[in-house]
């Protein structure tokens, strides 16, 4: 069984910053690409930022030198780090992981999602 928990959402101030993590445990073989996602309401799900297990990043254009991922593969912990907040930044942040378990195919798994909120 896989697991990925997150941590480090909460409220913050336009300019402000936070740090999120997600650590995946369980019966890992392998992690491939792990990455963050965000929902807004009323909103679809998109792509924050993600990286594979060499350290490849990739971004969307909205927060393109504000947010910078990174991930610990030791840990099987993936971080985001958020900095110039801005209040259209408010939203749920979900982890995702590619990842392959000792039994059982390789699948992308979900974490349960951590709140973020930026006040103007």
């Known amino acids: 069984q896989v697991q990925l928990v997150e941590s480090g959402g909460g409220l913050v101030q336009a300019g402000g910053s936070l740090r999120l993590s997600c650590a995946a445990s369980?019966?890992?073989?392998?992690?491939?690409?792990m990455g963050w996602y965000r929902q807004a309401p009323g909103k679809q799900r998109e792509l924050v930022a993600s990286?594979?297990?060499?350290?490849?990043?990739n971004s969307g254009d909205s927060v393109k030198g504000r947010f910078t991922i990174s991930r610990d593969n030791a840990k099987n912990t993936v971080y985001l780090q958020m900095d110039s907040l801005k209040p259209e930044d408010t939203a749920v942040y979900f982890c995702?992981?590619?990842?392959?378990?000792?039994?059982?195919?390789?699948?992308?798994?979900w974490g349960q999602g951590t709140r973020v909120t930026v006040s103007s």
């Open positions: 369980g019966t890992i073989l392998i992690i491939d690409t």
């Open positions: 990286i594979t297990s060499g350290g490849r990043t």
């Open positions: 995702n992981a590619v990842i392959v378990p000792l039994v059982g195919p390789r699948s992308g798994y």
